[in-house]
């Protein structure tokens, strides 16, 4: 096996066991690592591999000190996380109308607020916590927004619970891998084909939004989940969103650099525009472009590059503001460019 085919299998692996393939004792594991360091070690690959080697060599590194942990603690080839998570001591636990929830880990710290991951019974939850009081607004309306706008694109929220004197949300599971990790995976950028039906759920589910007067304002890499095996794409994030955008007193509450419309400030109209440039951004991303000039692969067929690049036009006049349209207009291009076949896995 290349370095390059073992450095691709090691960014696919998020456990242990799914590189290293079953093991019973440290010996076996010890045996296995060996084998692999034997053939990606930058210190004896050919120049040209030497990078990529280490890279690849570092993730080896990490894999294996995590799969020693693993068997001492006697969860190497559990691969159910709920399984695993009762391995482990919680970091604290709530009960709630008599149903206990124990929390592990704390798996994101943005802006205002933690996120947390444990289980419920036989399920995994997650707990948004604001992380100062003075925030507390901003997880109501996210709560508020998700508990009313119900939609298989969005987190499923149960309640909204008072954790010491911060407000939090108790939310369901999103099944799929955001997209920093989808990169990852693909770091020349995904093939058009797949971004072409990302941007489709993208767009219909921003759609939604806008047709109940919200927009997102905060669509960023972070705050997306994509599900490889059904192109399905779930919107995350919505502290900063914007209800009843269609007022007067609406206003934008947050700009991240090259993913925010320039117009967006404090004081600039609300308008669905804003969202539509963010997911043209991304679309940017996802097809291995530069977010910093809009450029894009010159291979990627030239309709889609002009469908994207009129998404994020710094002119409002020029910019789409209306993503069921688009949606619409993507359809149509797609079966164009690609055919219309209804469905292909992406690996």
């Known amino acids: 096996m290349a370095v390059k085919d073992i450095y691709e299998k090691l960014l696919k692996a998020k456990r242990p066991v799914e590189f290293f393939g079953a093991m019973a004792t440290e010996d076996e594991l010890k045996r296995e690592f060996r084998q692999y360091a034997k053939k990606i070690h930058p ?22 000190n995590l799969g020693l942990s693993e068997l001492e603690q ?17 970091l604290f636990e709530i009960t709630i109308k008599g149903e206990l929830y124990q929390f592990y880990e704390n798996v994101f710290e943005g802006e205002v607020a933690y996120i947390f991951k444990g289980t419920s019974s036989n399920d995994i939850v997650y707990l948004k916590v604001a992380i100062d009081p003075e925030d507390n607004d901003l997880i109501t309306t996210e709560y508020n927004v998700l508990s009313t706008l119900r939609h298989q694109s969005f987190p499923y929220v149960e ?9 939090a949300i108790l939310m369901r599971e999103v099944k799929g891998i955001t997209m920093p990790e989808l990169l990852e995976q693909y770091k020349k950028g995904v093939p058009a084909e797949h971004v072409m039906w990302m941007l489709e759920r993208l767009l219909s589910v921003v759609g939604y939004l806008h047709s109940n007067c919200v927009v ?3 669509i960023k890499p972070e705050n997306i989940i994509i599900n490889k095996d059904n192109h399905n794409v779930s919107l995350l994030g919505f502290s900063f969103c914007i209800p009843n955008a269609n007022t007067s007193e609406a206003q934008y509450k947050i700009v991240n650099d090259y993913y925010t419309a320039p117009e967006v400030n404090k004081t600039a109209r609300v308008l669905p525009s804003s969202d539509v440039y963010s997911i043209g951004k991304i679309a940017i991303k996802l097809l ?26 710094s002119s409002l006049s020029d910019r789409p503001n209306d993503a069921w349209k688009l949606w619409s207009e993507l359809i149509k291009l797609r079966n164009e460019v690609f055919g219309t076949q209804r469905f292909k896995k992406l690996d």
Do not use: C
Request: avoid cysteine; glycine fraction near 10%; charged fraction near 20%.
């Open 43 to 64: 210190d004896i690959v050919p120049e040209k591999d030497k990078y990529i080697a280490g890279e690849a060599f570092s993730i080896l590194n990490k894999l294996y």
């Open 288 to 313: 291995g472009g530069d977010i910093s000039s809009n450029g894009m692969p010159i291979f990627i067929d030239a309709r889609v590059r002009a469908f994207i690049r009129k998404m994020v036009s």
């Open 74 to 90: 006697g969860i190497y080839g559990i691969v159910d996380l709920v399984q695993i998570y009762k391995h482990m001591t919680p």
């Open 216 to 218: 997102h304002g905060n």
């Open 159 to 167: 309640q909204k619970i008072m954790v010491n004197d911060t407000n």
